[in-house]
């Protein structure tokens, strides 16, 4: 059932057996399929099923270093969404960020999860092979294209092979036509579901824990009302994105003053997004226009393409992955007078005669330590510390994206596939934009030293509080994080139902 923390009437504690802070796609997934299986569980969401602007600003944090873009009722970003969620890369309210999403699923590469020597601090401790069967099960559920059929499409592999003659490497990702939304996609489930309370209004504000502080035995939350609730649970679940995952956890300093999980004071750091550019264009040459149809972008669902220098010229010139997007921008009557003064010819895809390609220059971060978020002494209007965040960047960074735009320009002008023209705005980490991408603050470890979580996301020092987002991402690749937040949500469901969750 789905209630409001002011529906609870004089209630102020509830139990279930599983906790979990967040209705994104990573909690939406986990709470409905624990209670399919019987489970006990209650998901507490911060936000409304109505958008609220008194509770979105308790997202606001102070920026340190560079910053994110921000709520732009005129920003280019989302111009399909409201006007009050334009720009805004977090949201609180019923389905969480996913009500801002665009809809692109993307696996991670089995090399993304290999250390790299030059890259300081990457590597999973875990292995693409861990995720894959997650990632099928998703796709299947969800009702995703087979990435792994469209990698094998013969069109596809013959542009792979031409394109890896000269450096370049290609992968795959599914568009939706609608993208998922959490609350759209279990809304109706978790309103009739016996096992699963939802609470909406509800912010949770500390952890609680028992004598040893190993184990958390209940969850404080507060809404802007004033009213109050404590949730006690056997296993907590944090799937509330990687900065409020890792407030919360600083925030529970009454029994760890350094907070919990936050032994080796790795709590928030190691913060990375995907920074981007996108004001390029790509005059296509012979290659792009024999391939058109396979860089189409619409109609959607479909499957697109994207491009990056391939592994060996990025461990040879010591670079990170870097990705480019192309998008078709098609032939007004102005473009079609100027080409046909040139005497040139017209070429077409699905969707009409292409003019050029817009560039989106995504690029990857090097994981450390001095990027990160921790508590402000200001704090929101529930009386939390806000956090402050001091994202920022090595050299290798700036060497890594100025190289490999240089590449990237010869590459393509070999493989004839076509001419850059960024004009005057060249792709610059201080100038491009994040990408609503946060990753990293909560990092997944061997041992307690190296991360905050272990393989099965569980926050090391306690037993029973995991994490399920792209917190946990030691790296983050130049892709969408999104299904590998899905696959890790069901990866961690069915450890809990394998291990510590007896049905009742």
Same mark, same amino acid.
């Given at each position: 059932?789905?209630?409001?923390?002011? !529906?609870?009437?004089?209630?102020?504690?509830?139990?279930?057996?599983? =906790?979990?802070?967040?209705?994104?796609?990573?909690?939406?997934?986990?709470?409905?399929?624990?209670?399919?299986?019987?489970?006990?569980?209650?998901?507490?969401?911060?936000?409304?099923?109505?958008?609220?602007?008194?509770?979105?600003?308790?997202?606001?944090?102070?920026?340190?270093?560079?910053?994110?873009?921000?709520?732009?009722?005129?920003?280019?970003?989302?111009?399909?969404?409201?006007?009050?969620?334009?720009?805004?890369?977090?949201?609180?309210?019923?389905?969480?960020?996913?009500?801002?999403?665009?809809?692109?699923?993307?696996?991670?590469?089995?090399?993304?999860?290999?250390?790299?020597?030059?890259?300081?601090?990457?590597?999973?401790?875990?292995?693409?092979?861990?995720?894959?069967?997650?990632?099928?099960?998703?796709?299947? !559920?969800?009702?995703?294209? !087979?990435?792994?059929?469209?990698?094998?499409?013969?069109?596809? =592999?013959?542009?792979?092979?031409?394109?890896?003659?000269?450096?370049?490497?290609?992968?795959?990702?599914?568009?939706?036509?609608?993208?998922?939304?959490?609350?759209?996609?279990?809304?109706?489930?978790?309103?009739?579901?016996?096992?699963?309370?939802?609470?909406?209004?509800?912010?949770?504000?500390?952890?609680?824990?028992?004598?040893?502080?190993?184990?958390?035995?209940?969850?404080?939350?507060?809404?802007?009302?004033?009213?109050?609730?404590?949730?006690?649970? %056997?296993?907590?679940?944090?799937?509330?994105?990687?900065? %409020?995952?890792?407030?919360?956890?600083?925030?529970?300093?009454?029994?760890?003053?350094?907070?919990?999980?936050?032994?080796?004071?790795?709590?928030?750091?190691?913060?990375?997004?995907?920074?981007?550019?996108?004001?390029?264009?790509?005059?296509?040459?012979?290659?792009?226009?024999?391939?058109?149809?396979?860089?189409?972008?619409?109609?959607?669902?479909?499957?697109?393409?994207?491009?990056?220098?391939?592994?060996?010229? /990025?461990?040879?010139?010591?670079?990170?992955?870097?990705? &480019?997007? &192309?998008?078709?921008?098609?032939?007004?009557?102005?473009?079609?007078?100027?080409?046909?003064?040139?005497?040139?010819?017209?070429? /077409?895809?699905?969707?009409?005669?292409?003019?050029?390609?817009?560039?989106?220059?995504?690029?990857?971060?090097?994981?450390?330590?001095?990027?990160?978020?921790?508590?402000?002494?200001?704090? !929101?209007?529930?009386?939390?510390?806000?956090?402050?965040?001091?994202?920022?960047?090595?050299?290798?960074?700036?060497?890594?994206?100025?190289?490999?735009?240089?590449?990237?320009?010869?590459?393509?002008?070999?493989?004839?596939?076509?001419?850059?023209?960024?004009?005057?705005?060249?792709?610059?980490?201080?100038?491009?934009?994040?990408?609503?991408?946060?990753?990293?603050?909560?990092?997944?470890?061997?041992?307690?030293?190296?991360?905050?979580?272990?393989?099965?996301?569980?926050?090391?020092?306690?037993?029973?509080?995991?994490?399920?987002?792209?917190?946990?991402?030691?790296?983050?690749?130049?892709?969408?994080?999104?299904?590998?937040?899905?696959?890790?949500?069901?990866?961690?469901?069915?450890? &809990?139902?394998?291990?510590?969750?007896?049905?009742?």
């Amino acid at each position: 059932m789905i209630t409001d923390i002011l !529906d609870l009437g004089e209630a102020t504690k509830l139990r279930g057996q599983v =906790v979990v802070v967040g209705s994104g796609i990573a909690g939406a997934e986990i709470a409905t399929h624990l209670a399919r299986h019987g489970r006990d569980v209650i998901l507490l969401e911060s936000g409304r099923a109505q958008f609220d602007p008194s509770i979105q600003a308790l997202n606001d944090v102070i920026f340190l270093g560079k910053r994110h873009r921000e709520l732009n009722p005129n920003s280019y970003y989302h111009q399909y969404l409201p006007a009050e969620l334009r720009g805004v890369s977090r949201v609180r309210q019923f389905g969480g960020t996913s009500n801002v999403w665009t809809g692109k699923w993307k696996y991670l590469q089995t090399s993304d999860f290999e250390p790299r020597s030059w890259v300081a601090n990457s590597g999973w401790p875990i292995s693409f092979t861990e995720l894959v069967e997650h990632y099928r099960s998703a796709a299947k !559920d969800y009702g995703f294209g !087979d990435l792994e059929a469209e990698a094998i499409r013969p069109e596809i =592999v013959a542009l792979r092979a031409k394109i890896a003659v000269h450096g370049l490497k290609m992968s795959s990702f599914y568009w939706e036509q609608t993208p998922t939304r959490t609350a759209v996609r279990f809304g109706e489930e978790m309103r009739r579901s016996k096992n699963l309370q939802v609470v909406l209004g509800a912010t949770a504000t500390e952890l609680k824990l028992d004598a040893s502080t190993q184990r958390v035995t209940a969850i404080a939350c507060r809404s802007l009302e004033g009213r109050e609730l404590i949730v006690e649970g %056997e296993t907590m679940i944090l799937a509330a994105g990687a900065f %409020e995952t890792a407030r919360i956890l600083l925030a529970s300093n009454r029994q760890l003053p350094n907070g919990i999980g936050n032994a080796h004071d790795l709590v928030g750091r190691f913060y990375t997004d995907h920074p981007k550019h996108h004001t390029g264009v790509l005059h296509p040459d012979f290659l792009a226009q024999q391939y058109a149809q396979e860089l189409q972008y619409a109609p959607k669902p479909r499957f697109c393409v994207c491009f990056a220098l391939d592994d060996a010229t /990025q461990e040879a010139e010591k670079l990170l992955e870097h990705v &480019l997007y &192309l998008k078709p921008i098609y032939e007004k009557p102005i473009n079609r007078l100027w080409r046909t003064l040139r005497g040139r010819p017209a070429y /077409q895809d699905d969707n009409g005669t292409i003019a050029s390609y817009r560039v989106k220059f995504v690029t990857e971060q090097i994981p450390h330590k001095d990027s990160r978020v921790k508590l402000a002494t200001e704090c !929101d209007s529930l009386g939390n510390k806000k956090l402050e965040v001091d994202w920022c960047f090595t050299d290798l960074d700036r060497q890594s994206m100025a190289k490999t735009v240089q590449l990237l320009t010869d590459r393509f002008q070999a493989a004839r596939l076509g001419t850059f023209d960024f004009a005057d705005k060249p792709p610059n980490l201080e100038t491009m934009t994040d990408a609503a991408h946060q990753m990293g603050t909560t990092r997944m470890g061997s041992r307690p030293e190296e991360g905050v979580v272990d393989t099965n996301c569980r926050v090391f020092g306690t037993e029973n509080l995991y994490v399920a987002s792209s917190a946990v991402f030691p790296t983050g690749p130049s892709y969408s994080p999104t299904f590998t937040i899905l696959a890790l949500a069901r990866r961690l469901g069915q450890h &809990l139902l394998q291990t510590t969750l007896v049905k009742k």
